[in-house]
C-alpha cells in the first residue's frame, strides 16, 4: 500500500479498542498505577493499512526463544504505563512489535515513543500466546490484571485449582457457562520472569484463565471482549465469594444443580473439578 492512501493509526481500531478497555479496566479497579499488561496478535494485512511494514523503529532485545511467533505482529503495551492513560496516549503506551525471525528480538514497528519498552511479563504472554494457539488457532488476546477480589480471594481461599473452580462456579450461576474449562492456578512467583512465563503458559495449555496466586490473573480469547469477559465474570464471583465466606451460609446452588445446568446448555465442563460423590 502507498505511504500516501495510509489510514491514521490512531484511528485503527485494535489501537481505540485497548485504550477503551484499559480505562475500563482502570476505572473498576483492576489496573492501579503501572499494573496489568496486555498483548494482541494482529493481522499483518490489517496493520499494513496504517503502517509500512518494511520500516523498523528499532529492535529490542526479548532475553527468550520467540522463535515460534517468529514474523507475527503483536500489539503489546508498554513496560511501566499507566492503563488510565493508554486511550489519551497511546504511542507512548503501546507499541507495534514483530517477532524477529531467529526469534530473539521484537522488531518496533511503532509506539513506545520515549524510548519505552514492552511489557515487563512479555515471556508470559509470548509463552501463553503459544500455548493458547496450540489449543484454539484463532486465540489472539492475552490479558493480565489485577482485580481485588480475586486477589484477596487467593489469601483466605485454599490454593487447588479445582476447589478454587468450584467455589467461583457455586457464586454465580453464570461461572460455568463462561468458564466451564476452569482455571489454572498458580503459586506466588517473582513476575517478569521466564519461570512464571513458562508455568502460566504450561497451565494456558489447559486454561483460558489462570491466576497467580496473590498477584492477579491472566485471561485469554479470540477478542478482547472475551479475554476481559472471562475475567470479569470470575471477578464478580470472587465479589460474592468475599462478600459472603465471614456468614452463615443459607442458601446454596448445589452442584446437581450446577451439572444440570453445564448438561442442558451441552457445555464440555471439568467434570474432575466437582468433589467426588461420597
Ligand atoms: O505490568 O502487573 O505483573 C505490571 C504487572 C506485573
Ligand atoms: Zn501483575
Not at 479498542?17 to 493481522?43: C, F, P, Q, V
Not at 529492535?59 to 503495551?77: N, R
Request: aromatic share 8%; net charge negative.
Amino acid at each position: 500500500m502507498k505511504i500516501s492512501s495510509m489510514k491514521s493509526i490512531f484511528t485503527a481500531p485494535f489501537v481505540t479498542e485497548i485504550g477503551k478497555t484499559a480505562g475500563n479496566m482502570y476505572r473498576l479497579g483492576y489496573d492501579e498505577r503501572n499494573s496489568g499488561n496486555i498483548s494482541i496478535l494482529l493481522d499483518e494485512n490489517m496493520v499494513s493499512e496504517y503502517l509500512d511494514l518494511r520500516f523498523v523503529k528499532r529492535e529490542i532485545e526479548i532475553g527468550f526463544d520467540a522463535k515460534e511467533l517468529a514474523g507475527k505482529i503483536l500489539i503489546v503495551t508498554a513496560s511501566g504505563s499507566y492503563f488510565k492513560n493508554i486511550q489519551s496516549t497511546p504511542a507512548e503506551n503501546l507499541g507495534i512489535i514483530r517477532i524477529s525471525a531467529d526469534g530473539s528480538k521484537a522488531e518496533l514497528l511503532w509506539g513506545l515513543n520515549g524510548g519505552g519498552k514492552p511489557t515487563s511479563e512479555l515471556p508470559a504472554h509470548i509463552m501463553s500466546h503459544i500455548s493458547r494457539l496450540s489449543a484454539d488457532h484463532d486465540n489472539k488476546v492475552i490479558l493480565h490484571c489485577h482485580p481485588t477480589n480475586l486477589l484477596a480471594m487467593t489469601f483466605v481461599h485454599e490454593l487447588d485449582e479445582k476447589k478454587f473452580t468450584h467455589t467461583l462456579w457455586q457464586m454465580c450461576t453464570e461461572s460455568i457457562m463462561i468458564f466451564p474449562d476452569g482455571i489454572g492456578l498458580l503459586p506466588w512467583m517473582v513476575c517478569g520472569t521466564n519461570e512464571i512465563g513458562e508455568a502460566t503458559a504450561e497451565k494456558m495449555r489447559e486454561f483460558r484463565l489462570v491466576v497467580w496466586a496473590m498477584h492477579g490473573i491472566y485471561g485469554s480469547g479470540r477478542t478482547l471482549d472475551e479475554a476481559f469477559g472471562l475475567i470479569e465474570t470470575a471477578e464478580k464471583a470472587a465479589q460474592v465469594y468475599m462478600l459472603t465466606a465471614h456468614l452463615p451460609r443459607l442458601n446454596t446452588i448445589t452442584d446437581e444443580q450446577l451439572k444440570s445446568l453445564a448438561e442442558s446448555l451441552n457445555l464440555n465442563y471439568r467434570k474432575d473439578f466437582f468433589p467426588k460423590q461420597k
